[in-house]
């Protein structure tokens, strides 16, 4: 099969190899690969490991083989799910508790969008609590999580405000019926219940003090790479306010990752989750899209299609 690896020798530091292909464990079932995502940590990872290392997390396509031990989705089903960075090839073994079936008119390069920014946002509001009435302040919401936070927020009862650089990048919220706040030097003055936060640095101060008391701050990313700050009075000043972290592959050590994904799929049937997918590309432009993530020409997720 064809994958991409690893390399220190091309741009981005990947490249196209023949690969034998996969042995599924017991409960791992072979998927064809149909999209898949690209995402940050995809990125940080090839930077980190070895020349000729599989990469990839969010994978769409159609079982092969079923998983050895009877778990999972039988062969000939449409899936989506998360790979263990494996995802990045015509085929990918995928634990079947990280697996979901599609439903009925949720195609590949949608599906592909959803397992990592959307269990992200799925396991953040969760970690904030009990949403109904609630007001949630995300920031980076242009980015590929910022559109999962606020239609669950939406779902569950909440609003949301999403805070982004510019109008124009947080336009697909706006079209979806979510409030924005552009611009990150003049931050939003109402105060919020929740705050969920991937850019770090000032922004994520300038939205922790915003917090009313019993607030809950949850962080999930660092993009501007910079130490958090908060201010002296940071709890004195917010009674019972909580500040927690969020590491998507340590949290689904502990949660039910593929009813979870099933949540997601089916709220993407009812139209009810819309991922914003701002490029798709074929895989052998791969190099052009990464390009367009690392340098933030693109809104939402980036899909390859295989």
């Known amino acids: 099969m ?3 690896v690893t390399s220190a020798d091309v741009s981005h530091g990947i490249r196209l190899e023949s690969l034998p292909d996969p042995r599924p464990a017991p409960g791992e079932a072979l998927v064809e ?6 995402n940050r940590a995809d990125l940080l990872l090839a930077a980190r490991r070895p020349p000729g290392s599989q990469l990839g997390l969010d994978v769409a396509g159609t079982v092969v083989e079923a998983a050895e031990d009877g778990t999972g989705p039988p062969a000939g089903t449409p899936v989506a799910g998360l790979a263990a960075s ?3 090839a015509q085929l990918a073994a995928v634990r079947t508790d990280r697996l979901a079936a599609l439903p009925d008119g949720v195609e590949p390069a949608i599906a592909a969008a959803v397992p990592v920014a959307g269990l992200t946002a799925l396991y ?3 970690r904030a609590g009990w949403l109904l009435g609630r007001s949630v302040l995300v920031t980076g919401a242009s980015g590929g999580v910022g559109g999962f936070v606020a239609d669950l927020a939406a779902a569950a009862g909440a609003t949301a405000l999403g805070w982004t650089g510019t109008p124009e990048r947080g336009r697909h919220l706006t079209e979806r019926g979510h409030r924005i706040h552009a611009g990150y030097a003049a931050p939003p003055d109402e105060a919020v219940d929740v705050v969920i936060d991937s850019v770090g640095g000032t922004v994520f101060r300038d939205a922790f003090v915003r917090l009313r008391a019993g607030g809950v701050a949850v962080v999930f990313g660092n993009t501007v790479r ?5 201010p002296p009075d940071w709890g004195h000043a917010r009674a019972g306010v909580r500040l927690e972290h969020l590491f998507l592959l340590d949290e689904i050590e502990r949660r039910p990752a593929a009813r979870d994904l099933a949540t ?3 709220l993407v049937a009812d139209d009810r989750l819309r991922p914003h997918v701002g490029l798709r590309a074929d895989w052998a432009d791969a190099d052009s899209a ?3 993530l690392l340098e933030r020409r693109v809104t939402g997720r980036v899909v390859l299609g295989l």
């Open 86 to 88: 494996t995802s990045w």
């Open 226 to 230: 910079a130490d958090l700050v908060l």
């Open 290 to 292: 990464i390009e367009a």
């Open 33 to 38: 690969v149909r999209a898949v995502a690209v």
């Open 124 to 126: 953040a509001l969760q």
């Open 2 to 4: 064809k994958a991409f």
């Open 264 to 266: 997601l799929f089916g």
